[in-house]
């Protein structure tokens, strides 16, 4: 069974910077499994914001180009986002996913406030 955890998560500042981490346990998840990082907005669905393959292929929602990094740490088993010049909309709650073949598993979140 795969668990993910998140952290990382908190208040910044607009045009601040915050890394969030997925902690996979019970597989070797970062290395076997694509995993994505999405984001739910208050009153809104959650979309996708970044997918990493297992490979190391990665890409990104329109809106984080440029502003959002994803990648991981095989050796720690973690996947990161690492979020520069943050928007009041992105704000939120942030989830880790990792899926590999039918098997799809996902974090708990990790709530993102961007406020002055």
């Known amino acids: 069974q795969v668990q993910l955890v998140e952290s990382g998560g908190g208040l910044v500042q607009p045009g601040g910077s915050l890394r969030l981490s997925c902690a996979a346990s019970?597989?070797?998840?970062?290395?076997?499994?694509?995993m994505r990082w999405y984001r739910q907005a208050p009153g809104k669905q959650r979309e996708l914001v970044a997918a990493i393959t297992s490979g190391g292929s990665t890409n990104y929602a329109d809106s984080v180009k440029g502003q959002f990094t994803i990648y991981r740490d095989n050796a720690k088993n973690t996947l990161y986002l690492q979020m520069n010049r943050r928007r009041s909309e992105d704000t939120g709650v942030y989830y880790c996913n990792a899926t590999r073949g039918a098997a799809r598993y996902w974090g708990q979140g990790t709530q993102v406030n961007v406020a002055s």
């Open positions: 019970g597989s070797s998840v970062s290395i076997y499994y694509a």
